[in-house]
């Protein structure tokens, strides 16, 4: 039985979102112990930094993959796999030259660290949605045991090493740079960086400009409040806050292992059932977790993280509320993207992120991690809704259709026929 359910894409993504975030629980419980309340912000502060710079230096060019894969019937990989390394080799001697320049600047200095990593693992994630999903599956459960291990070590060794960002930065860059080589060696096909095709860099840079800024505008909504609070905030605030953000990551794998499963088919179909079938389930697994968390919360805080995050909670619930209104943008968003629909997609970002800023401004300095939560929530809400008329709209659905699951829908998740 579980070997079959192991074939099915869904099923292997799902039992590999439960597994990561069963394991990365625990990861986390390390990392934070590890670092404790004062350094748990500057580590979720850099993170969050060096993802955003990742983002305009990769130029969108990721984001374009199932397009032109789509567009071109495949035969894409290699000119994407030489172009990565292009920009790589440049960026990692930018980020060494910056490096030197602020080497004084701790911050500065570990953010270069983590770019060219960074950088060349997303770019290599989003080519392996398409072009081997069950290999980038299975990456993600060797990623997850890496980090569980690697992160336990260090807390283990925290009397003899002391507590210091620089060790989880390094575990980070590393654990990055194997899953580059990996994917690389996997697909037996060599790099070329010398090899430049001047016709297809214009023809996806054409292309790319706006998914990047769209990514970039993901990116915001999800981290200007880390980024807010820093400026504004309290530290400890910061850390909890960031407590919190990081176990509401752990709820935004439930429609990421069905969106991860959505790029590959709506790049080849357009049969609108394996969308709707990713609404109803994620929908549901979320309010279940939802409810788990109101009565365990507390309890699993303190276990994991220490009584010193106990506060997280509350911050947890109230970014919960903006899971349910995410599902949709997560989902849908695929199919807009695929079908190039790229416009809409950037207007309701741009408009959730107007929201998240504007909001974060006002409501950070009287109400603090409390303000950052609800002008999160009500970013999050203002996008998904965008997305779900629009969706109703486009494709003349109605709103039972894409909400509510049925038997079919339970025995497609159990890998049996429909």
């Not at 070997?3 to 990392?31: C, E, P, Q, R, W």
């Not at 392996?128 to 060794?157: C, D």
């Not at 309890?299 to 009584?307: D, E, I, Q, W």
Request: overall charge positive; hydrophobic content about 50%; some cysteine.
């Amino acid at each position: 039985m579980f070997a079959k359910l192991m074939k099915n894409d869904y099923a292997l993504n799902i039992f590999n979102k439960i597994y990561t975030v069963l394991i990365g629980l625990f990861s986390t419980a390390f990392m934070t112990r590890y670092l404790g309340l004062s350094l748990k912000g500057d580590y979720a502060y850099i993170i969050q930094v060096s993802g955003i710079i990742v983002l305009i230096l990769n130029l969108g060019i990721p984001e374009t993959y199932s397009y032109f894969y789509k567009r071109n019937h495949g035969r894409v990989y290699q000119k994407y796999l030489n172009l990565y390394v292009q920009q790589t080799i440049v960026y990692t001697l930018g980020a060494l030259l910056v490096g030197i320049v602020f080497r004084n600047n701790q911050n500065i200095v570990y953010v270069c660290v983590l770019i060219p990593f960074s950088l060349m693992y997303q770019q290599m994630e989003n080519a392996m949605v398409v072009e081997n999903i069950r290999l980038r599956i299975k990456m993600r459960i060797v990623n997850a045991t890496a980090k569980f291990v690697l992160y336990g070590l260090i807390y283990g060794l925290r009397s003899l090493i002391g507590c210091s960002l620089f060790y989880p930065i390094l575990l980070t860059a590393l654990i990055d740079l194997g899953t580059i080589l990996i994917y690389t060696l996997n697909n037996r096909i060599k790099p070329h960086p010398f090899q430049i095709d001047r016709q297809f860099i214009i023809r996806v840079l054409k292309y790319s400009w706006l998914p990047m800024l769209t990514a970039l505008l993901i990116t915001l909504n999800y981290s200007v409040d880390v980024l807010f609070l820093k400026a504004m905030g309290d530290p400890a605030e910061l850390s909890l806050y960031s407590t919190a953000a990081g176990i509401i990551n752990y709820v935004w794998f439930i429609p990421d292992a069905f969106k991860e499963v959505l790029v590959s088919r709506v790049a080849r179909s357009d049969d609108l059932r394996p969308v709707h079938f990713a609404l109803k389930i994620s929908l549901a697994a979320v309010a279940a977790i939802t409810a788990g968390f109101a009565v365990f919360g507390k309890f699993a805080l303190r276990l994991l993280y220490g009584g010193e995050f106990v506060p997280s909670y509350g911050i947890v619930l109230i970014l919960i509320l903006g899971c349910f209104s995410m599902v949709f943008y997560k989902i849908i968003g695929i199919l807009m993207l695929a079908e190039g629909r790229r416009v809409f997609y950037f207007v309701s970002l741009l408009i959730s992120v107007i929201v998240n800023i504007t909001v974060n401004y006002f409501v950070i300095p009287p109400y603090g991690m409390y303000g950052a939560a609800w002008a999160s929530v009500g970013s999050y809400t203002v996008c998904g809704v965008l997305f779900l008329v629009y969706y109703l709209r486009v494709k003349k659905q109605r709103i039972r259709d894409v909400l509510l699951p049925d038997k079919q829908d339970i025995r497609k998740l159990l890998g049996r026929r429909v």
